[in-house]
């Protein structure tokens, strides 16, 4: 366990509590959001229904729409089914896993109000099941519209990050560096980006967690139009001045980042955050060279190398 110097100590806790994290577990995940666990919490969860449906990936919110859709009809198509096949006009069908086939898609041409074909509901406790689910459809879509716009308009920073962080040479030494940069064809200006040193230290007779924010060569830029590369020079008032890569592994350390710019799309501030582990560091190498001009001298950049580094 490593001890850390007295300038670098800091009291303050980042909302993960002290206690030591042990088998390399991260803190934060890749894409920004808290490893942590929650529990005693009931199997059903409305509160957090809403969030979960805007945050998750796009191929769980389809997988999600899709099944609700057809278990929806599929509920209906039952009803319709018990209460008898003869009180849908239009229904031919003599085999049973027809004739649940067309109450299927009655129910599904129901709930979007597309209006009816061959088939229409006929008896009056039909026709108040086929009311309340044209009713419940208007409701339904309505939110499924409002979901798919405010997963839409919902203002985020799709920054691309090296994956590894290196220590490369700096003037007359070293220094820990990565870089980023925007995947959008957008403006962000007004940049500003803070990075943790999150790491278990010695205190006493015991292990306790510590977050020590690490002094960088320049901590806010005002516009990202190519990449940034973000220095912490090492020197000896750094806590990881001379400190050893098992050093960083045995104090299971991590590297978090926090990332603020001002979306000029969205009008917004936006907000990003990474981290790299102690085996995500990379000792005696520079990152490769991703900016060059074309024939016309105009810039470009290779975001696909965003993460080349050469060992020197």
Same mark, same amino acid.
């Given at each position: 366990?490593?001890?850390? *110097?007295?300038?670098?100590?800091? #009291?303050?806790?980042?909302?993960?509590?002290?206690?030591?994290?042990?088998? #390399?577990?991260?803190?934060?995940?890749?894409?920004?959001?808290?490893?942590?666990?929650?529990?005693?919490?009931? $199997?059903?969860?409305?509160?957090?229904?809403?969030?979960?449906?805007?945050?998750?990936?796009?191929?769980?919110?389809?997988?999600?729409?899709?099944?609700?859709?057809?278990?929806?009809?599929?509920?209906?198509?039952?009803?319709?089914?018990?209460?008898?096949?003869?009180?849908?006009?239009?229904?031919?069908?003599?085999?049973?896993?027809? *004739?649940?086939?067309?109450? $299927?898609?009655?129910?599904?041409?129901?709930?979007?109000?597309?209006?009816?074909?061959?088939?229409?509901?006929?008896?009056?406790?039909?026709?108040?099941?086929?009311?309340?689910?044209?009713?419940?459809?208007?409701?339904?879509?309505?939110?499924?519209?409002?979901?798919?716009?405010?997963?839409?308009?919902?203002? #985020?920073?799709?920054?691309?990050?090296?994956?590894?962080?290196?220590?490369?040479?700096?003037?007359?030494?070293?220094?820990?560096?990565?870089?980023?940069?925007?995947?959008?064809?957008?403006?962000?200006?007004?940049?500003?980006?803070?990075?943790?040193?999150?790491? #278990?230290?010695?205190?006493?007779?015991?292990?306790?967690?510590?977050?020590?924010?690490? *002094?960088?060569?320049?901590?806010?830029?005002?516009?990202?139009?190519?990449?940034?590369?973000?220095?912490?020079?090492?020197?000896?008032?750094?806590?990881?001045?001379?400190?050893?890569?098992?050093?960083?592994?045995?104090?299971?350390?991590?590297?978090?980042?926090?990332?603020?710019?001002?979306?000029?799309?969205?009008?917004?501030?936006?907000?990003?955050?990474?981290?790299?582990?102690?085996?995500?560091?990379?000792?005696?190498?520079? $990152?490769?060279?991703?900016?060059?001009?074309?024939?016309?001298?105009?810039?470009?950049?290779?975001?696909?190398?965003?993460?080349?580094?050469?060992?020197?």
């Amino acid at each position: 366990m490593i001890k850390i *110097k007295h300038k670098s100590t800091i #009291n303050e806790d980042l909302g993960f509590g002290k206690n030591p994290t042990q088998n #390399n577990q991260r803190l934060l995940n890749k894409d920004g959001s808290s490893n942590i666990k929650r529990k005693g919490l009931p $199997f059903f969860k409305p509160h957090e229904a809403y969030n979960s449906l805007i945050f998750m990936s796009w191929t769980r919110f389809w997988i999600t729409i899709s099944i609700s859709y057809i278990g929806i009809n599929i509920f209906f198509a039952f009803i319709y089914y018990s209460l008898g096949m003869e009180h849908l006009n239009g229904s031919v069908s003599t085999e049973p896993f027809k *004739k649940f086939l067309d109450a $299927f898609f009655f129910s599904a041409q129901t709930i979007a109000t597309v209006g009816y074909g061959h088939l229409s509901p006929n008896g009056f406790l039909t026709n108040i099941v086929a009311a309340f689910e044209s009713f419940l459809g208007l409701l339904t879509f309505a939110l499924a519209t409002g979901l798919l716009y405010g997963r839409f308009s919902r203002p #985020n920073a799709k920054i691309i990050y090296s994956e590894n962080i290196l220590v490369a040479p700096y003037l007359e030494g070293k220094a820990y560096m990565f870089r980023f940069a925007n995947l959008r064809s957008n403006q962000l200006i007004e940049l500003h980006v803070e990075v943790l040193l999150s790491i #278990n230290v010695g205190e006493g007779e015991k292990a306790t967690r510590r977050f020590v924010p690490l *002094k960088l060569e320049r901590n806010t830029i005002n516009l990202l139009t190519l990449s940034w590369t973000v220095v912490h020079p090492l020197d000896e008032e750094s806590i990881l001045y001379n400190l050893s890569a098992k050093e960083l592994i045995d104090g299971d350390a991590e590297f978090i980042i926090m990332l603020k710019a001002f979306d000029d799309a969205f009008s917004q501030t936006v907000h990003s955050r990474n981290s790299y582990k102690a085996n995500e560091v990379v000792f005696d190498a520079k $990152f490769e060279k991703i900016i060059n001009t074309d024939k016309d001298g105009i810039a470009e950049i290779d975001l696909a190398k965003i993460s080349d580094y050469q060992v020197i």
